[in-house]
């Protein structure tokens, strides 16, 4: 997404730019990007409303237009059946954000301390990052709230975050939960966003294993992926997201185990591990947090939970969250997570090919191809590693790696890896 400049100079550009429903009535300064206003009813369409009924609360809150063109966001909060707040935001749009650094919100309220929440798309439920509102009764007031002042939260904890990306931002509102019972009114005269954002930085361009080589920490999972010879696949399009246990949460296995499981003879059970710590597409930790449970390419069901004050996942501590790749997201954690099914040894190659398919084919039929092809293509990669799979077959998968990463079509690239695996089943079942 294009970095937005506005620069309003003329008459002519502020007359065409306040016709439109969203932006405010003000003229803007030419670092400013209006986020909402409220000059006509047609604006309140973007808006709803969310209270603590979703969690069997009896808080009220509700919006409206007021004839000076405002938003009054009003009700009555109740702690009642462990309730407690109430809520407006925008429905999820592309606000066009990019190169920005802050909001700027004038409001008048009831000296009551309300939240600024601003969601991503792929984050609208319940999480979202917040920053502080203070409000005077009765005085009208702009705040500025730098985006670095956002906090990440979820059921009203706080949660480890990485800085926000405005390109990002699909959604702003406001929530009242300061835990005091009684009616609210918090009136709202526009949302801007202004300032300009730090150069993106450069890291943001590079892999999963370009990101952790240059963090340093992860010698031996870049090994232990080399050896498995799963590098390529992290290095390539993706999407993935990857926990990536540290040098110290492999040091924690018992000796010799890294060692032993280095040797080519015990490539398929690395494998296991390895696929253990990676998921198909981007899964930020705030939506782990709310769907609350993932299966990784392994098939294992990873649980996330935040309990203690920390982020477990499965049963390893969240370390740093959201480290961006451009080709996924990775999470550091202090433990490495053997998968069950390791514990007997790893998964059959026509079992694998099993668990792909069972992931792959929903992922696709849903619409996230690339995510479906990049299951493929950690599959393949596997395959063509195992003995148990025909010459032949290795062949045909290694072949099929080639032609796909060739390919800048993410579902050519899911059909090319797909009709391999296909053929390798069949060749395995041949060989029963």
Known sequence: MKIIRTLLTSNA????????????????SAAEKPVAAFTSDEALKAWTSVNDGVMGGVSKGGFKRSEQGTLIFSGELSLANNGGFASVRMKET???????????????????????????????????YRAFLPTTAGEWKETRLPFADFKLQAFGRELPL??????????????????????????????????????????????IVDVAKAAGGFKTLLAAATAAELAGVLAGEGPLTVLA?????????????????????????LVAILKNHVFAGRVPLAKALEVRE??????????FKFEDGRVLIGKAALLKADIAASNGIIHVIDQVLIPAKTETGPLKASELIELAVQRGVPIFNNGDVAGC???????????????????????TLAKALTAARAETSARQRAWILRGAIDTTMASLEATK
């Not at 550009?13 to 803007?28: G, K, M, R, T, Y």
């Not at 592309?94 to 004038?106: I, N, R, Y």
């Not at 110290?248 to 010799?256: E, I, V, W």
Request: with cysteine.
């Open 162 to 207: 990485k800085p926000i990306n405005p390109a990002s931002i699909a959604s702003v509102g406001f929530t009242l939960a300061d835990k005091k019972e009684g009616p609210f009114s918090l009136e709202v005269e526009y949302v801007k966003a202004a300032g300009d954002a730090p150069a993106a930085d450069a890291k943001t361009a590079q892999t």
């Open 294 to 303: 993932a299966a990784s390419l392994q098939g294992s069901k990873i649980t």
């Open 373 to 395: 092809a990049a299951i493929y293509e950690v599959t393949s990669e596997a395959l063509r590693t195992m003995e148990s799979v025909p010459a032949q077959s290795r062949a």
């Open 245 to 269: 246990p540290t040098d110290d949460a492999f040091a924690k296995l018992p000796a010799g185990t890294v060692d032993s499981l280095l040797r080519p003879e015990n490539r398929e059970q």
């Open 13 to 28: 550009c502020i007359a065409a730019i306040a016709a439109i429903s969203l932006l405010s009535h003000h003229a803007l």
């Open 94 to 128: 592309d606000l066009g954000l990019a190169g920005t650094s802050e909001l700027v919100v004038k409001a008048k309220g009831d000296g009551r301390t309300y939240w600024v929440d601003v969601r991503f798309a792929d984050q609208m439920g319940a999480s979202s």
